[in-house]
């Protein structure tokens, strides 16, 4: 008897521990708030560690001595939109970073010089964009920065001085060259040019002319990037798809167009190579099918790799190294935590802990993502990633007791992907209840060139069908039911999202865009000056051409702005004012035509932000908004909120006179 009752009272703490469990929610402002250190960087010298963190509720850059971390200061003072992107520069002195205005995308460049905090204007001040070409030990005083000023479509290269912001012209880009890459004194060494036909000439820059030297075909096109210039400037490297399916890394001869294969995977893309700070040669290189692996080209690498791999179960990352290589960050990427920083000593293959990167996520528990295979209705077999809440997850391989609702969760690109690790968005819906799927469709990059160029002219065709036979697999195993899935994406995925609410009404429950395009008409005469010398891309994905008659009608069936008359459920569209890629006008068009048809829906606009939302106050506004509208809809649990969210500039174009996103 004493058993059967000890065994009972344990079977009654497993279940009001899974209830306290299900009940706890996780607060938005954990999930989408500031984190706490991320984009950490070693100086080139390693006397200094650098990382973004929040200043006064704003990510600014902070630095501290690498052996004394809690000896960090902030150096910048941004009170707007913070600063994400960062470099060293090679004087150790000064880090240069970027920042554009409201989400514009006209990126200007600073440099700050961490002992006294003297910040320089780098760039021109208004309406150009602008990046870092190269950085160079060969002048660590200088940085080579491309921008767009002289025209706005091409991109010219000019030496500047870190300390004082003085620039000049080091090369005019007569010949319109989409793509230059240098060597280390700030020579173009190799241009690139796309055809009209979707081809990339390569061409050597030599003194006395350009030489044509290899052609990369259409289809290896997304496959296929040159990396950068050997040491001695006599080879340069080169990860390319030609005659194979999956990508290689090649060493290629400048003069002679010699080819020397370093690495080939059959089965896998490669996803990054890892440089030699000092030879350039390349010491390994990772593949990313479902999850990340390293692969060693050399023996030394291979025993860092051997050590790494003991500290933490997870995807490895290399965050920063120092010039030398003695000292490395690496952190360790799991679905169901948050980032991990650690400190390498290479000498004596020491490591230690540094920091995690939101440590108010590390006293809650987080649901795991489970890599799936998915077979498409024509046999294709798609990498999928699936999450469903912690509480039901008992058997750990995704599989639930009951049906949840789901929220297909669709990436932009739509030449990208998604990766396996920590997903604020997959974590938050999970652990409202909601199972999540990541379908990796057809023209999603990773998964070789076949997989990229089968998603050609699909838009709104077979990668759509990708995605209704993620959702009806999710049926099929019994983890949804059909009349609990909501679709949801951003940019592509918005896309996606509005296709699915105007051509397949039926199998959706909601529908949430986030700067989705609704007219592919209007949407190729708005694109960004500087994306029209790759027009030939955006053309073979979308299978036609504009400026033909039979081309307007096919992106015009294509179009959710032409079939909006059909929509049946609740849709939620979110747009920033001042993106650049997907312009207001369009989810404008696509409310304008639900309003004129009395179709109701709700619109959030954000007047300081572009494509997609940078600000945190933003984001925990429009996360807020969502969970009601997701929880009145298909039942899922609610934070309640107050609809008052200081500092966020979100303003409820339409809608809110509906429950939909009422507090609750």
């Known amino acids: 008897m004493t058993r059967i009752i000890s065994n009972f009272l344990i079977i009654l703490t497993i279940f009001f521990s899974t209830m306290t469990k299900a009940e706890n929610l996780i607060p938005r402002e954990v999930l989408f708030g500031n984190p706490d250190k991320i984009s950490t960087r070693l100086s080139p010298d390693g006397k200094h560690i650098s990382y973004v963190a929040p200043l006064n509720g704003i990510l600014n850059i902070w630095v501290a001595p690498t052996e004394d971390i ?65 950085i160079s030990l060969d002048s660590p005083n200088e940085v080579l920065i491309a921008h767009n000023k002289l025209d706005p479509q091409y991109f010219d290269l000019y030496k500047v001085q870190i300390d004082t912001g003085e620039s000049k012209l080091a090369y005019h880009n007569k010949k319109q060259y989409l793509q230059l890459t240098t060597n280390d004194s700030f020579e173009p060494v190799i241009g690139q040019k796309m055809l009209p036909t979707g081809e990339v000439e390569i061409y050597n820059l030599t003194k006395e002319n350009d030489k044509l030297i290899h052609t990369i075909k259409t289809e290896d096109m997304l496959n296929t990037h040159i990396s950068h210039i050997s040491k001695d400037g006599k080879n340069y490297y080169m990860v390319d798809s030609e005659g194979r399916d999956n990508s290689a890394l090649l060493k290629i001869d400048l003069k002679t167009d010699k080819k020397e294969e370093l690495y080939y995977n059959a089965e896998e893309d490669i996803s990054s190579l890892l440089v030699d700070q000092q030879t350039y040669e390349i010491q390994a290189v990772s593949t990313t099918h479902q999850r990340t692996k390293w692969h060693a ?23 920063s190294r120092t010039q030398d290589e003695s000292k490395w960050i690496v952190s360790y990427i799991k679905s169901n935590a948050p980032h991990h920083y650690y400190l390498y000593e290479r000498d004596n293959r020491q490591i ?60 932009g690109g739509p030449n990208a992907r998604d990766h396996w690790g920590f997903n604020a968005t997959a974590q938050w819906l999970a652990n409202r209840g909601y199972a999540v799927l990541q379908v990796n469709y057809r023209g999603s990059t990773g998964f ?52 699915g609410m105007t051509m397949t009404p039926d199998l959706y429950a909601a529908g949430i865009d986030i700067v989705g395009i609704s007219n592919l008409i209007t949407f190729q005469k708005s694109i960004p000056p500087y994306w029209k010398p790759a027009k030939a891309h955006m053309m073979k994905m979308l299978g036609t051409d504009i400026e033909t008659p039979e081309g307007v009608e096919l992106l015009k069936q294509k179009s959710p702005t032409t079939h909006v008359s059909n929509i049946k459920k609740p849709l939620f569209i979110v747009q920033g004012s001042n993106d650049p890629r997907v312009v207001k006008a369009e989810s404008d068009q696509i409310a304008e035509r639900m309003k004129a048809l009395n179709i109701p829906y709700v619109y959030l606009l954000y007047p300081d932000e572009g494509h997609g939302l940078a600000k945190p106050k933003n984001k925990l506004s429009m996360f807020a908004y969502i969970e009601s509208f997701l929880g009145t809809v298909i039942g899922g649990k609610i934070e309640p909120h107050n609809n008052q969210f200081p500092g966020s500039s979100v303003e409820i174009q339409d809608g809110s006179q509906h429950e939909w996103i009422q507090d609750k």
Not at 381 to 405: I, R, S
Not at 463 to 480: A, P
């Open 70 to 134: 809690s000896q960090a200061k902030p150096i910048t003072e941004d009170k707007d939109r913070g600063i994400w992107s960062y470099s060293w520069a090679y004087d150790n002195k000064h880090i240069i970073y970027s920042q554009d205005t409201a989400g514009d995308e006209n990126t200007l460049l600073y440099s700050i010089n961490i002992n006294n905090n003297k910040t320089v204007l780098l760039t021109p001040k208004n309406g150009i964009k602008s990046f870092i070409s190269n």
């Open 297 to 319: 080209l050399n023996a030394g690498t291979a025993k860092d790799f051997a050590v790494l791999k003991t500290v933490e179960d997870g995807d490895l990352s290399i965050v």
């Open 352 to 411: 230690r802990f540094l920091f995690t990167s939101n440590s108010k996520q590390d006293q809650f528990t987080f649901a795991k993502t489970h890599p799936i295979m998915i077979k498409a209705r024509d046999g294709l077999q798609l990498p999928t990633y699936l999450t469903v809440p912690a509480w039901m997850d008992t058997q750990g391989n995704g599989t639930v007791k009951e049906p949840v609702p789901l929220v297909l969760y669709v990436h």
């Open 448 to 499: 070789g060139k076949k997989f990229i160029n089968a998603g050609d002219g699909e838009w709104a065709g077979k990668m759509q069908r990708d995605l209704e036979d993620g959702v009806q697999w999710c049926i099929d195993q019994g983890i949804t039911t059909r009349d609990k899935v909501v679709i949801m994406g951003g940019s592509y995925g918005g896309y996606a999202t509005l296709v």
